[in-house]
């Protein structure tokens, strides 16, 4: 591959988006909330699910030491990974 069609791939390749974090835990919120619905079939159980998993949100909604955010975004995807049922 030459250097001028190195360069143009390069500018033509999208740069990743940085997110604020209320970006990233709204997209982990819904993302959360869309495996609940594949899980779940009866809606009176989605909507009792939904409810703890806004509590979960809710309650650590203060959090600011950098180090336990970081923990728990990682614990959604990671119980994604496993299959877990949430």
Known sequence: MNSALRE????AR???VNLTHNQEVAR????????LSSWVIDREIFIEEATNLRARFDAERGVSNAKAIRLLKCDVP???????EP
Request: glycine share 4%; no cysteine; proline share 5%.
């Open 78 to 84: 990671e119980r994604d990974r496993r299959g877990e």
């Open 28 to 35: 982990l919120y819904r993302k959360s909330l869309k495996m």
């Open 8 to 11: 143009a791939a390069n500018q």
């Open 14 to 16: 999208q740069k990743p």
